[in-house]
């Protein structure tokens, strides 16, 4: 199966820097690659995705990178605010294959006043 | 604003009790899943539902079992929990199987003494 491998545990940035956290996937059949956020105490909630027919997809502060050949995306924040202090996950997932998402292990982001 | 709704929040039992989570989502979605989460933060699927139908089983010891009424609802029992069932488990749901965005509840953590 689909394994994702989230290279940074943590990183530390000051406020108004930023911010790149990398992944890697194994499944060149993988096609869909989410981000997630987790607060402290909170539950996940959505932030960005990107899909395998574009390498580049921006959000106000948040652009995903997805480079196939090297089965490698990121997700670069801009600005960083406090409150983008979390942990960030990223996944993967083939189409056709029940939402199965394969989540990395997670990469927990302080973002310093 | 939280349309994934779990209950109970938190639990503490003893090994070899039962314990159920149950999970409820307002948004009208066909397939719902629950994920464990654990001390690493680590996350794994254990199974989704769609439209009432089991869809993805993975490999989780036998004395977990899945429970859907309708499409809103998907409940997870354990029989005899064990000290490493002690985690949080996750409820989302998604519009559908093709691997869109996940909706993620707020969680149930359960301690297992």
């Known amino acids: 199966g689909e394994k994702v491998e989230q290279h940074e545990s943590t990183l530390s940035v000051r406020e108004g820097d930023s911010a790149v956290i990398n992944c890697t996937y194994t499944?060149?059949?993988?096609?869909?690659f989410p981000w997630y956020k987790q607060e402290a105490g909170k539950s996940l909630h959505f932030v960005i995705d990107i899909r395998s027919n574009v390498d580049r997809k921006q959000s106000q502060r948040l652009t995903v990178l997805l480079d196939k050949k090297a089965k490698r995306f990121s997700l670069h924040i801009t600005a960083t605010q406090p409150e983008d202090s979390a942990i960030y996950f990223c996944?993967?997932?083939?189409?056709?294959?029940?939402?199965?998402?394969?989540f990395g292990k997670g990469a927990k982001l302080t973002v310093s006043p | 604003e939280t349309a994934v709704f779990q209950t109970p929040n938190y639990h503490v039992t003893q090994v070899g009790n039962e314990v159920s989570f149950n999970c409820k989502q307002t948004?009208?979605?066909?397939?719902m899943y629950w994920y464990k989460q654990d001390s690493k933060k680590l996350l794994k699927i254990m199974f989704s539902?769609?439209?009432?139908?089991?869809?993805v089983n993975e490999t989780v010891p036998r004395r977990f079992s899945p429970q859907s009424s309708d499409k809103a609802h998907l409940n997870l029992r354990i029989k005899s929990v064990e000290p490493e069932d002690s985690a949080v488990y996750l409820c989302a749901s998604s519009t559908d199987i093709s691997g869109n965005t996940l909706y993620f509840g707020e969680g149930s953590r359960l301690i297992v003494v």
């Open positions: 499944d060149t059949a993988s096609s869909y």
């Open positions: 996944a993967a997932s083939g189409q056709g294959t029940g939402s199965k998402l394969s």
């Open positions: 539902y769609n439209n009432k139908q089991l869809i």
């Open positions: 948004l009208g979605h066909d397939t």
